[in-house]
């Protein structure tokens, strides 16, 4: 017998004594053994003093620069830092979990701790110098086995109860009766691992973020923690670019651009989760529903209106109620009917509307378009401006085609979301196909018509020759979908326009169709929506632009600002010539200086100032300032208006005022 190791590259080395896969690495090479941080043995993450015993073993030495390796750098960096409170705030501080973060857009790490004293943001500097220190001392983690029995008492005398729990936990969920723990120095925590051998690999590239209160559990009826975040690399220049996506996030925030630039409130008074469109917000909202809504006459859809609630019983037969009830708001007991919903999806409704008469193939497709509002009941924590509310509009539309033409429905769904996204210049997306999970009881249907239209769907997306990833489970529980899922620009992944095909639905409600061989079909219904909703993708937008839109979407597309009284005539004169050329215009004759006001309109982030002074007034031109850029020069007034007018009808594709970036 005797001990084999299989590297990646196919190389086996045999030792006679088991060995450590941080001893394999040192026999490679020096140079592998110093870039070493961990390893998996037979598909197992593991540290580097993991021994291997007997028989053969697959063995893969990780670095900087494997993906993986970056959740265990950040798992043992939340231990620097739990042992540095403590060190700071002594034996009292109690720590309960602090796992690695790798998926986050902000956070790389957190730690919960029960302290004897409130700590804020304020502390964070000091944590982490004594972090350093901790790192630079060089201090091995060592991993010891234990018996829930010497573990108990060992964080008993640690004064550590969360632990204890945990331990009890972990005993009562799997019944385990040894546990793991991990020492540095005087510091040992309840732990998996895998770890770095040492707290110097932790090295500098990591920083202390923000200090929130977190129940312990995740349970309101439990204690309040203090909850640190951070985050780290092991490169210098990957923190300072993710710093840097942090800082661009938190001044693109739609809540405070929202509020900045007034687009929009969340009022207690009404509920939360519940937006209220203030006038400039609402005027980006009917500019893209007016778009959308003339893009889709040209497409063949016809727009429908329908109520807000409806009857339990029409919920009962689409499915939604129950498998949507805990999403819902209270149903509505009116005494006279079994009960009414406020609606959580648009379909139902407009099933109705293909229902009203006899179609014939000839009708067919049948598309049928509205934004319609639905509701549901979020839970308070989960709400987020716009991005996660409790009523919101769907740009929902539901066509009824015969199975032969659902091919090219499809196709045309796709390409609508493709040119939305293009136009509000969302270029980067890829697709994802959802599908059934064949686990789970949630789908109704039967499975032919599962695998028909999750057939249907994917030839669509081969045929257009799209990128596209496959995920079980993330179907509609009617049908399998295509999502778009857009990145914004700054690295932000979000699940935008959404097309699904279903042949359960018309099912369910008896739908039909006289075929030209005079029989009885039944049609498949397509639900799609490409922006979603107008709120979340309102939310989305304002980020993505930080607040800035194009042309044809901003609020006030150009402010006129004289330079002082003597030219307050000529600048009415040109505001009007902008009005009646159909711009949205701020005529800001305000006391203050013109700086002040230019600052004023640009911190408003509108597209154009049109400046007036003597010689413009003379000449009859305006000095254009434009978002961004700075001066653009002077311009006839006529010409200026044009320009503006032209950038708006084009959609941003003609520019109005192309200056030099500077
Ligand atoms: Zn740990
Ligand atoms: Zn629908």
């Known amino acids: 017998m005797g001990i084999a190791i299989q590297l990646p590259d196919g190389n086996v080395l045999e030792y006679e004594q088991p060995v450590s896969a941080g001893k394999v690495a040192e026999d490679i090479s020096p140079g592998l053994a110093r870039a070493a941080v961990a390893a998996v043995v037979d598909g197992t993450a593991v540290d580097l003093a993991t021994a291997m015993g007997e028989g053969t073993h697959r063995l893969q030495i990780l670095t900087a620069r494997d993906d993986a390796s970056l959740e265990i750098l950040r798992h043992t960096t939340a231990h620097v830092m739990a042992m540095a409170v403590r060190r700071l705030y002594g034996p009292k501080v109690q720590y309960s979990i602090g796992p690695a973060l790798v998926d986050d857009f902000q956070y790389g790490f957190y730690y919960d701790f029960d302290l004897p004293e409130p700590i804020s943001s304020e502390d964070l500097p000091k944590i982490q110098a004594e972090m350093a220190k901790i790192v630079a001392e060089d201090l091995p983690l060592t991993r010891v086995e234990l018996s829930v029995e010497e573990a108990r008492t060992r964080f008993a005398d640690l004064g550590q109860d969360y632990k204890i729990e945990m331990i009890d936990d972990l005993v009562a969920n799997e019944g385990v009766d040894t546990v793991s723990l991990y020492e540095q120095g005087d510091f040992t925590d309840l732990c998996r691992g895998p770890h770095l051998p040492s707290t110097r690999k932790v090295g500098k590239a990591f920083k202390l973020l923000s ?305 030209a061989d005079n029989a009885v079909h039944r049609p498949v219904m397509v639900h799609r929506a490409p922006l979603g909703s107008p709120e979340r993708f309102i939310g989305i937008l304002i980020e993505h632009f930080g607040g800035a839109f194009p042309v044809w979407l901003s609020p006030v597309q150009v402010a006129v600002l004289p330079v002082s009284e003597k030219t307050a005539e000529y600048a009415e004169k040109v505001a009007d010539a902008a009005r009646q050329a159909g711009l949205r215009v701020e005529l800001d004759s305000g006391a203050d200086k013109i700086g002040a006001r230019i600052r004023r309109w640009t911190m408003q982030k509108v597209p154009a100032l049109f400046v007036v002074g003597a010689r413009e007034a003379e000449a009859g031109t305006v000095a254009v300032r434009v978002r961004g850029r700075g001066e653009a020069g002077a311009f006839p007034l006529a010409e200026a208006v044009a320009a503006l007018v032209r950038e708006a009808a084009t959609r941003g594709t003609k520019k109005a005022f192309p200056v030099e970036e500077g």
Request: proline fraction near 5%; include cysteine; charged fraction near 25%.
């Open 211 to 515: 200090v929130a209160g977190a129940y312990w559990r995740g349970d309101e009826s439990r204690k309040m923690l203090t909850r640190v975040y951070g985050v780290a690399f092991f490169d210098k220049k990957d923190l300072a670019a993710h710093l840097e996506r942090i800082e661009q996030a938190r001044k693109r925030d739609h809540r405070v651009l929202g509020k900045q630039l007034g687009l929009f409130m969340i009022s207690d008074d009404v509920g939360p989760g519940l937006p209220l469109w203030l006038p400039k917000g609402t005027i980006i909202r009917m500019e893209l529903e007016g778009w959308l809504r003339a893009e889709l006459l040209k497409r063949g859809y016809q727009a429908v209106i329908t109520p807000h609630i409806g009857k339990i019983d029409l919920y009962r037969t689409s499915g939604h109620y129950p498998y949507y009830e805990h999403g819902l708001f209270p149903t509505m007991e009116t005494g006279q009917d079994a009960g009414y919903l406020l609606k959580p999806m648009n379909c139902p409704h407009h099933i109705q509307i293909y229902k009203v008469e006899q179609r014939s193939y000839r009708d067919l497709p049948v598309r049928l378009s509205e934004f319609g509002t639905v509701y549901r009941f979020e839970q308070s924590g989960e709400l987020s401006g716009l991005i996660r509310v409790r009523g919101f509009t769907q740009d929902d539309a539901h066509i009824f085609c015969t199975p032969e033409q659902l091919a090219a429905e499809i196709e045309s769904c796709v390409d609508l979301t493709c040119y939305v996204l293009q136009t509000l210049e969302l270029t980067d997306y890829r697709v994802r196909i959802g599908l059934r999970d064949p686990d789970s009881e949630k789908y109704i249907g039967s499975a032919e018509n599962w695998d028909l239209a999750e057939d249907n769907i994917r030839g669509v997306v081969r045929k257009l020759g799209m990128d596209y990833t496959e995920e079980p489970g993330e179907a509609a529980f009617y049908g399998p979908k295509i999502d778009f899922v857009v990145t914004d620009c700054i690295g932000r992944e979000w699940q935008l326009g959404t097309i699904q095909v279903d042949y359960n639905l018309p099912e369910r409600f008896g739908l039909e169709y006289v075929g």
